[in-house]
């Protein structure tokens, strides 16, 4: 069984940075897309960023691009999700998912197993 664990949120100034890690257990696939979403309360869950296992390529919302870089380490099976200049905007849960069936890197539907999620707070 899948299990994602997500941690390294918190409060942070505006400008700063965070790294998210999500400690993924349990899976054994070759193809698949692992990622990151958040959800703000009353508002629809959406994708941050995304990367396809089988070659490596990532996605990133067009919000966070060039601030926030997504990267794994497969030897201690964490993805990690690293923000920087951080925006008040920023502030949500941010949640690791993954998508087992390959393809859609985002499609929310696809994307299964789900982490716990981890509150980042981005104020002065």
């Known amino acids: 069984q899948v299990q994602l664990v997500e941690s390294g949120g918190g409060l942070v100034q505006p400008g700063g940075s965070l790294r998210l890690s999500c400690s993924v257990s349990g899976l054994t696939l070759e193809y698949y897309i692992i990622g990151w979403f958040r959800q703000a309360p009353g508002k629809e869950r959406e994708v941050v960023s995304s990367l396809k296992n089988i070659d490596g390529s990532t996605d990133y919302a067009d919000s966070v691009k060039g601030r926030f870089n997504i990267s794994r380490d497969n030897d201690k099976k964490t993805l990690y999700l690293q923000m920087n200049s951080l925006k008040p905007e920023d502030t949500d849960v941010y949640y690791c998912?993954?998508?087992?069936?390959?393809?859609?890197?985002?499609?929310?539907?696809?994307?299964?197993?789900w982490g716990q999620g981890t509150q980042v707070t981005v104020s002065s």
């Open positions: 998912a993954l998508n087992r069936v390959g393809w859609g890197m985002r499609m929310l539907a696809l994307f299964e197993v």
